[in-house]
């Protein structure tokens, strides 16, 4: 089959006369019709630092495409940042961004007939959306990661952004001067790059990186370092080696790939949005992945990796321990990864492993060995009871015992959860309950990094509990629940909670209880009605109509 099958659509032939016409005005030569023609899908924008980079990368790839022998084509798709839109309404288009980004790189794939894709991302929502496009399309493709930011300093101490939402609620709680507060502010973030810790974007890039669709050793490197440019020129070279051999995306994404990058997500102690994302993911490549799968992998799996937000290190630290690839080779000699599986350079894992030492390195403490992991189990954890019929996702990083039994603190939007936990509201074994903010109900599922982040700052992390229909930040840790399904807008259980009412959470038993009288529960749900909805017009409105259950992933393409 030719390299440029998909192409000669719209370049061959005496009918596509116009069309030759209009690629020579962008630079198409009389030779370069024969050629594949291979989309870049930029993400660049000055919106965020995660993304400020990636116009860098974006011209590294077309000359390295070029010279390969393809005809590359630059074409913008969005970004939100979540870090800058969080607390804010702005951030209920967070979740939103994912399936716009997935639609934009497919909408352009098929309506331009390309022959390949290199998707370029950073912020949070860049990696899954375009996964989830790559997967739809099955064209060859790679995925491209812009890199994380560097950690900022100040004082002697290393920071992120979590370090500035946290601060937050230590200055509200008195233990940090205003002096400090604007220091952290100044220095959290010294330049581009993907927030530093194992927050969402690097979780995500880990995964790529296990799940082959992205080049080894890529996911960790610092977006200002040389060698994430050349990165993407090796990613060009090895996207057009996948034309030339017709390898396709859902030849590389299969149910054991998927297990690989779920098993390193829970090595490395990455973000709940990554049980989101990969149940999308998976429905979008036609591979059966369930949210009981995530609790499979998570009982075999340790975290052996000591990153924040509970943790100590950042990505860049990872990166020199030996990145992804190192935590990858002790999977695999521990028969926690399945060698076999393909990825996008040709090679299976096991051959791209082949050189990676079986140990870490001595001295350092980033990679923890298995005979002394960090947890001997992963952490994020499938919790099911009459709170979460469909389930939710508890992140039990950080708690010696990640169990608790206490009276609802009921909120219907995360602002007033703010407002309270701020205006010292809130105590020690209180359990918060945050809904209306599910897919539907929000709409789009906001992240929960202001409350969380204040609970910390205020020192209540370790006692205080929190359950939500929304979802968390990747830099959230402590007893906190969410993606509860069903959500409170279309009548689940959440609905129904009264304040005082009892809540447990039970990470060892597996359980989220509302400790309420079966018949109680059966009178207050006849009583309730479902609210009126939040928008009528516009993006939003057309995302609350469409998306499904945050158990099969918060889809909008549902048959």
Partial sequence: MADNHRSRTITAGLARTPNRAMLRAVGFADADFDKPIVGIANGYSTITPCNSGLDVLARRAETALKVAGAMPQVFGTITISDGISMGTEGM??????????ADSIETVCLGQSLDGVLALGGCDKNMPGAMIAIARLNIPAIFVYGGTIK????????????SAFEAVGQHAAGTLSAEDLLGIERHACPGSGSCGGMYTANTMSSAFEALGMSLQASSTM???????????????????????????PRDIITRASIENAVAVIMAVGGSTNAVLHFLAIADAAGVKWELDDFERVRRKVPVICDLKPSG????????????????????????????????ISGQTIAETLAHIPAAPRPGQEVIRTFAAPLYAQGHLAILRGNLASEGCVAKITGLANPVITGPARVFDSEEEALAAILADRIRAGDVLVIRYEGPKGGPGMREMLAPTAAIIGKGLGKSVGLITDGRFSGGTWGMVVGHVAPEAAVGGTIALVEEGDAITIDAHRLLIQLEVAEPEIA?????????????????????????????????????
């Fill in 92 to 101: 209920k288009c967070s979740l939103v961004s994912r399936e716009v980004i």
């Fill in 151 to 162: 950690p900022g300093h100040w004082k002697g101490q290393d920071l992120t952004i979590v």
């Fill in 222 to 248: 610092a977006a200002e370092d040389s060698e994430t440019a050349d990165s993407s020129a090796a990613s060009a070279q090895a996207l057009m080696s996948a034309i030339r051999a017709g390898r396709r």
């Fill in 312 to 343: 100590h290190y950042v990505a860049t630290d990872l990166h020199r321990a030996g990145g992804i690839p190192q935590v990858m080779k002790m999977l695999l000699e521990n028969k926690l990864l399945d060698g076999n599986c393909m990825t």
């Fill in 523 to 559: 009178r207050r749900r006849a009583a309730w009605s479902p609210p009126l909805p939040r928008y009528t017009r516009g993006v939003l409105a057309k995302y609350a109509r469409q998306v499904g259950s945050a158990s099969l992933g918060a889809i909008t393409d549902a048959p």
